[in-house]
C-alpha cells in the first residue's frame, strides 16, 4: 500500500532553516503529483507548497514564499521542503501529501485533491 512517512521535523530558533522529507514507498513516485500541508494548534490544516510529478510546476501559499523550497527526487522516491528563516508563526505539523496523476506539470493545492497522506512531522520554531 501507499506509504508516505515524513521526517526533519524539530525545535528551532526563529531565523533558523530546517530540511523535512517524505519517503513515499508503494506507488510509482514520478506518476505522483505531491505537497505539503501544515496544521498549527487550533487551527484547519493548511496548504503550504505544491510540485508536479515532473517537478516542472510549483506553487506556494504567499506566506512562505522566497523562504521555503519544495523540491522532489524522483530516483529516491523523496520529497523535501526546504525552510528558511523560519518564523515563530510556522510552528505546526508538517504533512506530506501525494495523488497519482496523468498529467505532469499540474500541481494541486486543495487539501481535498490528495488521495494520500502521511503521519506528519512536528515542526518548531522558538522565538
Known amino acids: 500500500q501507499v506509504q508516505l512517512v515524513e521526517s526533519g521535523g524539530g525545535l528551532v530558533q526563529a531565523g533558523g532553516s530546517l530540511r523535512l522529507s517524505c519517503a513515499a514507498s508503494?506507488?510509482?513516485?514520478?506518476?505522483?503529483?505531491m505537497g505539503w500541508f501544515r496544521q498549527a494548534p487550533g487551527k484547519e490544516r493548511a496548504f503550504v507548497a505544491a510540485?508536479?510529478?515532473?517537478?516542472?510546476?510549483?506553487s506556494y501559499v504567499d506566506s512562505v514564499k522566497g523562504r521555503f523550497t519544495i523540491s522532489r527526487d524522483n530516483a529516491k522516491n523523496t520529497l523535501y521542503l526546504r525552510m528558511n528563516s523560519l518564523k515563530p508563526e510556522d510552528t505546526a505539523v508538517y504533512y506530506c501529501?501525494?495523488?497519482?496523476?496523468?498529467?505532469?506539470?499540474?500541481?494541486?493545492?486543495?487539501?481535498?485533491?490528495?488521495?494520500?497522506w502521511g503521519q506528519g512531522t512536528q515542526v518548531t520554531v522558538s522565538s
Open positions: 510540485i508536479s510529478s515532473n517537478g516542472g510546476s510549483i
Open positions: 508503494g506507488l510509482t513516485f514520478k506518476t505522483y503529483a
Open positions: 501529501a501525494g495523488r497519482p496523476t496523468t498529467f505532469g506539470y499540474y500541481y494541486y493545492t486543495g487539501e481535498r485533491d490528495y488521495a494520500y
